[in-house]
């Protein structure tokens, strides 16, 4: 067990004590130290007044100059102190992960609040109240560790729920279906999303040959291509994404029955995605975008939350169900299988080290305690491989285990001994078992009661490579996906799949997609033919034909799930020297009371001076500061800055951003001439508002419908 510090959490709690409490939860809010940290259990804080070492402890008297031959000659080899510093430095990275590794995490507090002894011998879902220790890390999942978070990608949600019996790892993504149903074709699927070998590009993206080629010779991905098209692949916060375990696992009870199970984490604060020409320019103006709300939010004291629902399901369901529930292509609808919700986790604690606990983090699906079990699912079963072994090229050792992040909070015991940066020191002789030295065995023993017993599935069958027959239908719930979208939802998607293949070089692989697009929905075949200006082909060779019969399922919308309140969400106010400060007042009363955060744009950073005469420092210059930032925005300029505004570039693509974003746009009227000079003055509609004093809750209000979708303009 790694060696515990003495400072406890409490620690980085009591340091917010001093600060204003959260808006939203009341708590105070955590900002951590900018020296010694967040107070996290394991972190090494610098601390003022110590003597500078080496990494072997030896004091050091400089670390401004290495040791020279006199003052202008060459470095002596002789100087340790430069080469441990260099020689650390050299060293510094590991590989990044193959996929996921544009990350992001945090730690937090997982509730259980339903006892599901019933089901599940999981001590984590015996007791409601009881709190398990998580951390949890989102990513993207094609681009390299240091591309843009608003790719146009799927998002991984994994979570380490540091339980009582074992680390549980749910590594999940914000999707629910997968591209493939056989682990086998895991490399060539990464393969043709990531950059071409030849060029090193396309980056984060899958918008080029390879990918769709790909997938033309891929029906099974057909149905995760429509959520990849959808705006669920560009959220616009980690905070407002749902999370899916994808596969169906087991649960097992005490008496060893068991369950299916699929599990879905469902955010507190409701869905939200962005427009993709907001993406693209959010990946301009901030490529940090995600990280970034995720880290204000949860030092704001705005904790993020999410429920943990499980869909439970018996044998018989699994036999008279549509589609094969061991295929991670299908999802099974809430309609016909309703989530029942059994705790909540909160994001309570940012990282102290990016690297220490986010790099080194080692999810894996095999981390199961008792009580949870894997289903045949044979995506499940090849990932069980890939993410014990994986942790090897990443973190080089076996003992990744002993790494702060990835050990177990309860005790560890087996005969697992030495291999490279062991950091225990077992003592004594005996490093097996059984073992009898001194008349009695010592030492763990494994325990057919307390331990985990593999679920005693009858298994028969001959030893086959082939896919069953179950697994053929691979466009019917591809269907059902587009139809339970609302209008805007399936615009964007037709839009996203006509920018995607306007991407393809290749002409063959835009008509075989045409083709596959034709067997899930003919209006999208259409639409998607249309933009790219191409006859539609014949409708590709199916194994079996598209079911018509589905019904649509809200669930699978975001639009139909929107929170319908401003909570959590960012305005932007445009200030200029004279803006009104009590109407700027105002409105920040109103936010404040609603949770949702206010930032200041304007011309200069250095502030504005506002009417009542006192000088307001602004968060953000205009020329850093496009629209895509911000959820509303609200254009406060005072009367006479307004001509220089309206001449600046960056000041109308604010505002004309805006507008076409289908954003909500709090104006005064001195910005009317600014709203010209944007080219939307004499198109201003319901979703451009006036704001005084006195309306100020009143928009405030009316922002929570996000956006003005009423608007029928094109971005
Ligand atoms: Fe992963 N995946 N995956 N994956 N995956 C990895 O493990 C793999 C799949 C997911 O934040 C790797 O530690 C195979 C589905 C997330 O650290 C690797 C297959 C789902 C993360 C790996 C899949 C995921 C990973 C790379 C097909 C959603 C990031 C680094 C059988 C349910 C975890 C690592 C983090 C990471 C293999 C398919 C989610 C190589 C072989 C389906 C969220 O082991």
């Known amino acids: 067990m790694p060696k515990k510090s003495t400072k406890s959490r409490a620690t980085g709690a009591a340091k917010g004590e001093g600060k204003s409490p959260s808006p939203v939860t009341g708590q105070p809010a955590k900002q951590p130290d900018p020296i010694v940290g967040s107070g996290g259990e394991h972190h090494q804080p610098v601390q003022g007044g110590q003597v500078l070492t080496s990494a072997q ?352 909070r309860c005790p560890v015991a087996h005969f697992q001994r030495d291999g490279q940066m062991q950091t225990e020191v077992p003592t004594g002789r005996i490093n097996y078992e059984p073992n009898g030295f001194g008349g009695a065995e010592r030492g763990p023993r494994a325990d057919p009661s307390a331990g985990f017993q593999s679920y005693q599935e009858p298994v028969d069958g001959a030893k086959v490579r082939a896919r069953s027959a179950t697994f053929a239908d691979h466009y019917s719930q591809a269907r059902q996906f587009y139809i339970s979208q609302t209008p805007v939802e399936q615009d964007h998607i037709v839009k996203a799949y006509t920018f995607e293949l306007s991407k393809c070089e290749i002409p063959q692989v835009r008509t075989r997609m045409l083709a596959h697009l034709l067997n899930v929905h003919e209006d999208l075949a259409t639409g998607v033919a249309a933009g790219l200006g191409m006859p539609l082909p014949e409708a590709a060779a199916a194994a079996m034909p598209t079911r018509t019969d589905l019904p649509p399922s809200d669930a699978l919308s975001i639009l139909k799930k929107g929170p319908g309140s401003f909570a959590g969400r960012k305005l932007g106010v445009l200030l200029t020297d004279g803006s009104d400060a009590a109407v700027l007042q105002a409105v920040r009363e109103a936010l404040s009371e609603m949770g949702a955060v206010l930032e200041t744009v304007a011309p200069v950073v250095g502030g504005v001076t506002l009417s009542d005469g006192s000088v307001l420092m602004a968060d953000q210059m205009i020329d850093g500061a496009p629209s895509v930032l911000y959820d509303a925005v609200l254009l406060l300029p005072g009367a006479k800055a307004v001509p220089e505004l309206a001449a600046r570039s960056t000041a109308k693509d604010f505002v004309s951003d805006a507008f076409a974003h289908h954003k909500f746009i709090g104006h005064n009227a001195a910005s009317r001439s600014l709203l010209e000079a944007a080219g939307v003055g004499d198109l201003l509609d319901a979703g451009c508002v006036k704001v005084t004093r006195s309306t100020a809750t009143a928009f405030v209000k009316k922002c929570g419908a996000l956006r003005f979708w009423e608007r029928g303009v094109q971005p």
Not at 122 to 145: D, H, L
Request: aromatic share 12%.
């Open 57 to 408: 402890g030896a004091p050091l008297s400089d670390d401004q100059n290495s040791l020279r031959a006199g003052e202008r000659g060459p470095t002596l080899l002789e100087d340790f102190a430069m080469r441990e510093k260099i020689f650390h430095f050299d060293h510094e990275r590991i590989p990044e992960r193959v996929v996921h590794a544009r990350g992001y995490g945090a730690h937090g507090t997982f509730e259980t609040t339903a006892d599901l002894s019933a089901v599940t011998r999981a001590a984590i879902f015996a007791k409601p109240g009881a709190k398990t220790e998580a951390f949890v890390r989102f990513s993207t999942v094609a681009g390299a560790k240091g591309s843009f978070d608003l790719a146009r990608d799927v998002r991984g949600f994994a979570v380490k729920l540091y339980t009582t019996e074992g680390n549980w790892d749910i590594v999940g993504n914000n999707i629910p279906v997968f591209f493939i149903q056989d682990a086998i074709k895991f490399p060539d699927l990464v393969h043709a999303v990531k950059e071409a070998p030849d060029r090193a590009f396309p980056q984060a993206q899958s918008a080029h040959d390879s990918f769709w080629d790909f997938v033309s010779f891929t029906p099974e991905a057909i149905h995760m291509t429509l959520w990849q098209m959808s705006d669920r692949a560009i959220p616009r916060s980690f905070r407002f994404m749902e999370g899916f375990g994808v596969h169906t696992f087991r649960f097992v009870n005490a008496d060893g029955v068991s369950s299916f199970v699929k599990f879905h984490w469902r955010p507190l604060q409701g869905l939200q995605s962005v427009l993709w020409n907001e993406a693209v320019k959010i990946n301009g103006a901030d490529p940090d975008f995600h990280r970034r709300d995720l880290w204000a939010a949860i030092t704001s004291g705005d904790l993020p939350q999410w429920d943990l629902a499980v869909q439970v399901f018996d044998e018989s369901f699994a036999e008279e169900f549509d589609f094969d529930v061991l295929d991670a292509t299908k999802l099974i609808p809430e309609e016909l299988v309703p989530l029942q919700v059994v705790g909540r986790l909160t994001l309570d604690r940012v990282v102290d080290n990016d690297f220490a606990e986010t790099e080194q983090v080692a999810f894996g699906t095999g981390n199961v305690p008792p009580g949870i079990d894997f289903s045949d699912d044979p995506l499940l079963q090849g990932r069980n491989f890939s993410y014990l072994d994986t942790q090897l090229s990443r973190l080089g050792t076996t003992n990744f285990t002993q790494l702060p992040i990835n050990a177990p």
